[in-house]
T-cell receptor
Framework: GAVVSQHPSWVICKSGTSVKIECRSL??????MFWYRQFPKQSLMLMAT?????????EQGVEKDKFLINHASLTLSTLTVTSAHPEDSSFYIC????????????FGAGTRLSVL | DQQVKQNSPSLSVQEGRISILNCDYT??????FLWYKKYPAEGPTFLIS?????DKNEDGRFTVFLNKSAKHLSLHIVPSQPGDSAVYFC????????????FGQGTELSVKP
């Protein structure tokens, strides 16, 4: 149980284009999902908290117009990197918090974004 | 301001011996702590957690110890196996603040046969 699917696992795009990343909880409902970013050899940095049916809460320094988050159902959250630039290249990871075991987050496999 | 710190970036252990990974925190409001295991280019996998009302939690080969007065927790893996080789992150949260996880920098464990 507690499987989180993240898609795509790897994407290469041209500068200026937008990229959408999906995060799905496969066998549980998740009112809350989280989006993280990880730079090489560094820890996971929380970007935003995504709540089903309401606006996402962004961490300080994260541009909400740059990183659009939608959480339209209890099993799906999406992150869209708009007008991507090379500095947006990174490893993006989502997590979902079970509505039952609320202290535990289960993570997707991550998405490697490379912007040319 | 690094609220969760893992001061050892790497640890090497012989197969069959005990691995001890350490984590320190500064925020006394943290009331839930978790350990995750991560392979390169993959998402973290949940291993074990502990609430601040406990000082020990055990699950198979994994035991987490919490010392609230010292603001310190540790993960013990015994016996260590080569498949345990990965990066281990500790994380902490304040339950009533939405459960946001604050991660340490990670410790890379290498278990040698």
């Amino acid at each position: 149980g507690a499987v989180v699917s993240q898609h795509p696992s790897w994407v290469i795009c041209k500068s200026g284009t937008s990229v959408k990343i999906e995060c799905r909880s496969l066998d549980f409902q998740a009112t809350t999902m989280f989006w993280y970013r990880q730079f090489p050899k560094q820890s996971l940095m929380l970007m935003a908290t995504s709540n089903e049916g309401s606006k996402a809460t962004y961490e300080q320094g994260v541009e909400k117009d740059k990183f659009l988050i939608n959480h339209a159902s209890l099993t799906l959250s999406t992150l869209t990197v708009t007008s991507a630039h090379p500095e947006d290249s990174s490893f993006y990871i989502c997590s979902a918090r079970s509505n039952i075991a609320k202290n535990i987050q289960y993570f997707g496999a991550g998405t490697r974004l490379s912007v040319l | 301001d690094q609220q969760v710190k893992q001061n050892s970036p790497s640890l090497s252990v012989q197969e069959g011996r005990i691995s001890i990974l350490n984590c320190d925190y500064t925020n006394s409001m943290f009331d839930y702590f978790l350990w995750y295991k991560k392979y390169p280019a993959e998402g973290p996998t949940f291993l074990i957690s502990i609430s601040s009302i406990k000082d020990k939690n055990e699950d198979g080969r994994f035991t987490v110890f919490l010392n609230k007065s010292a603001k310190h927790l540790s993960l013990h893996i015994v016996p260590s196996q080569p498949g345990d080789s990965a990066v281990y992150f500790c994380a902490a949260s304040v339950s009533r603040q939405g459960g946001k996880l604050i991660f340490g920098q990670g410790t890379e464990l290498s278990v040698k046969p």
